[in-house]
């Protein structure tokens, strides 16, 4: 009897699993769980703690006082912290440079080249480099009397007149910024390539073939396939360029005013364990973050509403037309 | 059909050629140096130019001292084990996230689609200070699964990856399987997640670099020596060596090389992978 009971509870069971409704909930439910416990646990409860700490003058163990706007205010008001922003205005700089010269180099290579293949890989690569790899190539790069220094020499400069590339402060962001320009220069390359590439490559082709030079290929058919992207990477430098990390903390450690907002904040987190500080720091810049991304999709909303693909290939249109008149 | 040759064009070639092998020694230069010196003896490294070869692309002591003095077989065994079971477990739980957002309607999919949407937009780095906080109170700190799953928890590209994968795939796949009488769960296993083969791809690249390079985590929650990943390892040379640069430029090459071997190798699907990941935005 006792058998009888459980084998119609495991029919009702088995029933119940075939009904979609149930197995809908199933999977939603066990298909999310992870992620969601992930989601909660790694980003909305710290989030939420950040928000709260960022009132406290704490370390991470013993007792807090609140403090109020105190911390927001120190933010700005700090030597190190508001410096550390001025030194962003390099990297932004620099991230402007990279950006010229990835478009540069994608559009030379959109033009037939021998060997691209090589040229992109070798340019490529370092983004792929460890950034701790990176930093101890450019401690060594820079080193008084190592790489750079000999090559300089080579080229028949005078010892006497090259500077201290890590230690003076007139140029020795300069110096960091070029770490990352020759770390990300490539990969944004292949970026704007691949952007290039998915405009109908038979463009260039037709465009050639009625005559557009180089400057009209680019004007007309190159630029409006990549002005969406080349804006996005704009807005990403500004928040990219306040989390620059790696080349500062490997290469000087922040020391001699080359310290970052991320590596000032890691100092003062993890160092001197002012939590609360730097809780107020995260806040702040995720604000900037926030600005920035709102800025972006109301520029994309007014600035590209059209499609920009038909755009181009409107702009080619009119080329042929023309070209065809003046045959005839 | 040859093409007129004009000065124009000719110009406009050397200055193509010029500027890209240019870039291309540029990008160079500060990595082959850096081979240079990594095979260098000790009195060479003193006596001799950067730039010079060295006297034997077969002295191997730096590499050896390298490996020994960081335990590096050992950290390289970590990353390993991190590496399989972080983007293994990332794939999954971000295919199967995608599909029930992607397919689905129910209460709360468009909270919960904004809440990974928004996600993405706190800084790392500046996340990790509370963060610390949670993983100290849950006790991951220095345990290799404490160091995976915050890896796992904390980056949501794959997530991205799949889901917009998912809204090129047709329903009428799903529709037709659900009319056979398959289950939910068979139609995401045996009929979708093989089709997803080129997101997997995209996801791992782009996933597995980030892992394999990442230090700012592991520098935090495995401080023991014995539990250190490859990045983190290499950060040792800091302290005692100074300016022992040939041991040095032995460990940088050590960690760079079979990222170098990955990307030779697999170099279409990384290129893709990257431009498949700057979608997002």
């Given at each position: 009897m006792g058998g009888s009971v459980t084998n119609a509870g495991q029919k009702t069971f088995a029933e119940k699993f075939r009904s979609r409704k149930v197995q809908r909930y199933l999977v939603i439910i066990t298909f999310m769980f992870v992620p969601l416990l992930l989601l909660l646990v790694f980003t909305y409860i710290p989030f939420a703690k950040m928000v709260q700490f960022s009132f406290y003058d704490m370390k991470y163990i013993g007792t807090r006082t609140f403090v109020g706007l105190k911390n927001y205010v120190d933010v700005f008001k700090r030597s190190d912290i508001f410096g550390s922003l001025f030194v962003s205005v390099y990297y932004m700089g620099g991230a402007v440079v990279q950006l010229a010269l990835a478009l540069f180099f994608a559009t030379m290579m959109v033009f037939k080249v021998k060997g691209e293949s090589v040229f992109k890989a070798a340019m490529f690569f370092?983004?792929?480099?460890c950034g701790i790899a990176v930093g101890f190539i450019f401690k060594f790069f820079y080193a008084r009397g190592y790489v750079l220094d000999t090559i300089l020499q080579v080229f028949g400069m005078n010892p006497d007149n090259i500077p201290l590339w890590l230690q003076d402060q007139k140029i020795n962001n300069f110096s960091l910024v070029a770490t990352s320009v020759w770390r990300y220069t490539g990969q944004n390359m292949v970026l704007f390539l691949g952007a290039m590439m998915s405009?109908?490559?038979d463009l260039y082709e037709a465009a050639s073939l009625d005559g557009a030079n180089k400057w009209h290929q680019f004007r007309y058919i190159i630029m409006p396939s990549i002005k969406s992207i080349i804006v996005l990477n704009l807005v990403l430098s500004i928040s990219g360029s306040l989390s620059a990390f790696e080349p500062p903390y490997v290469i000087?450690?922040?020391?001699m005013g080359t310290g970052t907002y991320f590596v000032i904040m890691n100092r003062l987190a993890h160092e001197n364990q002012r939590v609360g500080l730097a809780c107020a720091m995260a806040i702040v810049l995720l604000v900037i973050i926030i600005i920035c991304t709102v800025a972006q999709n109301l520029f994309f909303k007014y600035a590209?509403?059209?499609g920009t693909e038909d755009e181009s290939k409107a702009a080619v249109r009119r080329k042929k037309r023309e070209a065809k008149k003046g045959g005839a | 059909m040859k093409p007129k040759i004009n000065a124009g064009s000719v110009i406009f070639s050397i200055l193509k050629y010029l500027s890209l092998i240019l870039a291309s020694l540029i990008a160079v230069i500060p990595v082959i140096v850096c081979v240079f010196t990594a095979f260098k003896t000790n009195e060479e490294y003193e006596t001799t130019s950067v730039l010079d070869l060295p006297a034997?692309?077969?002295?191997?002591e730096n590499f050896q001292i390298a490996i020994e003095r960081a335990n590096m077989l050992r950290c390289f065994l970590n990353t390993a084990i991190v590496l399989v079971v972080v983007l293994v477990v990332s794939v999954f739980t971000g295919s199967m996230l995608a599909y029930v957002l992607n397919r689905f309607k129910f209460p709360g999919r468009g909270i919960i689609e904004s809440l990974f949407l928004f996600a993405s937009l706190l800084p790392g780095i500046a996340m990790q200070v509370t963060i610390y906080q949670i993983m100290y109170s849950l006790n991951f700190i220095n345990h290799l699964y404490g160091y995976m799953i915050v890896l796992m928890g904390t980056d949501i590209i794959s997530i991205y990856i799949f889901l917009q994968f998912f809204e090129n795939l047709s329903v009428s796949l799903d529709e037709s399987a659900i009319m056979d009488g398959c289950t939910y769960f068979g139609v995401f296993f045996k009929i979708l997640f093989p089709l997803l083969k080129p997101a997997i791809v995209t996801s791992l690249v782009l996933k597995g670099v980030s892992v394999y390079n990442e230090y700012y985590s592991s520098n935090l929650y495995l401080t023991k020596p014995e539990l250190k990943t490859i990045s983190t390892a290499l950060y040792t040379?800091?302290?005692?060596?100074?300016?022992?640069y040939n041991y040095i430029c032995a460990g940088v090459l050590i960690t760079i090389i079979p990222i170098l071997i990955f990307f030779l190798i697999f170099q279409k699907q990384v290129y893709s992978g990257m431009a498949a990941g700057a979608v997002k935005g």
């Amino acid at each position: 009897m006792g058998g009888s009971v459980t084998n119609a509870g495991q029919k009702t069971f088995a029933e119940k699993f075939r009904s979609r409704k149930v197995q809908r909930y199933l999977v939603i439910i066990t298909f999310m769980f992870v992620p969601l416990l992930l989601l909660l646990v790694f980003t909305y409860i710290p989030f939420a703690k950040m928000v709260q700490f960022s009132f406290y003058d704490m370390k991470y163990i013993g007792t807090r006082t609140f403090v109020g706007l105190k911390n927001y205010v120190d933010v700005f008001k700090r030597s190190d912290i508001f410096g550390s922003l001025f030194v962003s205005v390099y990297y932004m700089g620099g991230a402007v440079v990279q950006l010229a010269l990835a478009l540069f180099f994608a559009t030379m290579m959109v033009f037939k080249v021998k060997g691209e293949s090589v040229f992109k890989a070798a340019m490529f690569f370092p983004y792929l480099v460890c950034g701790i790899a990176v930093g101890f190539i450019f401690k060594f790069f820079y080193a008084r009397g190592y790489v750079l220094d000999t090559i300089l020499q080579v080229f028949g400069m005078n010892p006497d007149n090259i500077p201290l590339w890590l230690q003076d402060q007139k140029i020795n962001n300069f110096s960091l910024v070029a770490t990352s320009v020759w770390r990300y220069t490539g990969q944004n390359m292949v970026l704007f390539l691949g952007a290039m590439m998915s405009v109908d490559t038979d463009l260039y082709e037709a465009a050639s073939l009625d005559g557009a030079n180089k400057w009209h290929q680019f004007r007309y058919i190159i630029m409006p396939s990549i002005k969406s992207i080349i804006v996005l990477n704009l807005v990403l430098s500004i928040s990219g360029s306040l989390s620059a990390f790696e080349p500062p903390y490997v290469i000087t450690n922040g020391n001699m005013g080359t310290g970052t907002y991320f590596v000032i904040m890691n100092r003062l987190a993890h160092e001197n364990q002012r939590v609360g500080l730097a809780c107020a720091m995260a806040i702040v810049l995720l604000v900037i973050i926030i600005i920035c991304t709102v800025a972006q999709n109301l520029f994309f909303k007014y600035a590209f509403n059209d499609g920009t693909e038909d755009e181009s290939k409107a702009a080619v249109r009119r080329k042929k037309r023309e070209a065809k008149k003046g045959g005839a | 059909m040859k093409p007129k040759i004009n000065a124009g064009s000719v110009i406009f070639s050397i200055l193509k050629y010029l500027s890209l092998i240019l870039a291309s020694l540029i990008a160079v230069i500060p990595v082959i140096v850096c081979v240079f010196t990594a095979f260098k003896t000790n009195e060479e490294y003193e006596t001799t130019s950067v730039l010079d070869l060295p006297a034997s692309f077969l002295n191997f002591e730096n590499f050896q001292i390298a490996i020994e003095r960081a335990n590096m077989l050992r950290c390289f065994l970590n990353t390993a084990i991190v590496l399989v079971v972080v983007l293994v477990v990332s794939v999954f739980t971000g295919s199967m996230l995608a599909y029930v957002l992607n397919r689905f309607k129910f209460p709360g999919r468009g909270i919960i689609e904004s809440l990974f949407l928004f996600a993405s937009l706190l800084p790392g780095i500046a996340m990790q200070v509370t963060i610390y906080q949670i993983m100290y109170s849950l006790n991951f700190i220095n345990h290799l699964y404490g160091y995976m799953i915050v890896l796992m928890g904390t980056d949501i590209i794959s997530i991205y990856i799949f889901l917009q994968f998912f809204e090129n795939l047709s329903v009428s796949l799903d529709e037709s399987a659900i009319m056979d009488g398959c289950t939910y769960f068979g139609v995401f296993f045996k009929i979708l997640f093989p089709l997803l083969k080129p997101a997997i791809v995209t996801s791992l690249v782009l996933k597995g670099v980030s892992v394999y390079n990442e230090y700012y985590s592991s520098n935090l929650y495995l401080t023991k020596p014995e539990l250190k990943t490859i990045s983190t390892a290499l950060y040792t040379f800091t302290g005692p060596y100074g300016n022992q640069y040939n041991y040095i430029c032995a460990g940088v090459l050590i960690t760079i090389i079979p990222i170098l071997i990955f990307f030779l190798i697999f170099q279409k699907q990384v290129y893709s992978g990257m431009a498949a990941g700057a979608v997002k935005g």
